[in-house]
Every structure is written in structure tokens, then in C-alpha cells.
């Protein structure tokens, strides 16, 4: 007879694997996300890209204020650490989402 405690190990670990899963694709969609926006912007010198797939981290960017160092016909915003802050607050709401994502498809769309 096998012990309690390891029993219980067990259930909590396949309990968790959907979910340890989802959050392993989170990351890794969003390690991808990041690759293909930073190709984009060396390559083709477009944001599209980034803009489209890391919409959130720049949402919370575009939220705050920038501080203009060029001139007015050619505006050079400046980043501050509050920038970089939202950009990673922005990361981690990309993980999530994608998790999420990952994690509730499969029980919204079963075949029948």
C-alpha cells in the first residue's frame, strides 16, 4: 500500500499538469512573439509586428507620457524606467493571456 502523502503528491501533480502546460505555451508564444518582433524591427525596420502581437505591453505603454527630445516636425520620445516597467508588466499579461488561452480551449471547444 502505497503511502498517503505520495498518493497525494500524485493527484496535485495531475491536477496541475493542464495548467503547468498552459503556462509552459505562454511562454514559449511569447518567446516567439518577442523573436519575431525583434527580426521585424532589424529586418524590415517595421513595428507592425510587435504592435500587433505584444498589443498589451504596448498598450500600457502608449498609456503613459513621453517626453519629447527631437523637435516638433520630428518628435524623439524618450523611455523612462516607468516605460520599461510597463513593458515587462506588459510581458507578463502576454504570458498570461496566452496561457489562458491555451488553457481554455480546449474545454470551450470539444469536437463532438
Not at 72 to 81: A, I, L, S, W, Y
Amino acid at each position: 500500500m502505497k503511502p498517503l502523502r505520495s498518493l497525494a503528491t500524485q493527484s496535485t501533480i495531475i491536477r496541475l499538469r493542464p495548467l503547468l502546460a498552459a503556462g509552459f505555451i505562454g511562454v514559449m508564444c511569447t518567446l516567439v512573439a518577442v523573436a519575431v518582433t525583434l527580426y521585424s524591427i532589424n529586418e524590415f525596420d517595421s513595428w507592425l509586428p510587435g504592435k500587433i502581437l505584444l498589443w498589451r505591453a504596448w498598450l500600457l505603454q502608449a498609456a503613459l507620457p513621453c517626453f519629447n527630445m527631437g523637435t516638433r516636425e520630428n518628435p524623439v520620445c524618450e523611455g523612462t524606467p516607468i516605460h520599461l516597467f510597463a513593458f515587462v508588466i506588459g510581458l507578463v499579461a502576454t504570458v498570461l493571456f496566452y496561457a489562458l488561452l491555451f488553457h481554455a480551449l480546449p474545454r470551450i471547444w470539444r469536437p463532438r
